[in-house]
Structures are given as C-alpha cells and as structure tokens.
C-alpha cells in the first residue's frame, strides 16, 4: 500500500518536473523537490522498491535540471 501511495506522489512530482523543464519555469523544481522526498521516505518505508526507485530518478531529474538553470531558472 505505501508502494502505491509513493508512486502516485512521484507521479506528481513527475508533472511538476515536466512543468519545471520548460525555459524560464525551472523554479517549479523548488517545489518539486520537497514532495518528491516525501515519496521518497514513504517509498523506504514500503516493502517493494518500485516507489523508491521512481521517485530517486524524479529526484535526479530535478536537480540535474536546477544545475543546469543555475538554481533559478
């Protein structure tokens, strides 16, 4: 169950990162990050590691995306 929970929150965290790739809209990934950690620790605390996983790449999207904006854009 909390598999689920945390792929249905990395799936948000998805749309926030897609949403953040757009020029000039990289700070979304601000707001991104956070809930892609909430998943994160739900995805450690669940049996499978499918949650887990998906939310460390949505992770790694985000800050790769950051880096490459500066941070802000």
């Known amino acids: 169950m909390l598999n689920i929970v945390s792929i249905l ?3 948000f965290a998805a749309l926030l990162a897609l949403i953040g790739l757009i020029p000039l809209l ?3 990934n601000w707001f991104m990050l ?3 950690f ?3 620790v739900i995805g450690l605390l669940s049996d499978s590691n499918g949650g887990r996983n998906f939310n460390l790449i949505v992770i790694v999207v985000g800050i790769l995306r ?3 904006g500066g941070g802000i854009l």
């Open 26 to 28: 990289g700070w979304v």
């Open 66 to 68: 950051l880096m490459l």
């Open 38 to 40: 909430v998943g994160l």
């Open 34 to 36: 956070p809930v892609a």
């Open 9 to 11: 929150i990395g799936l």
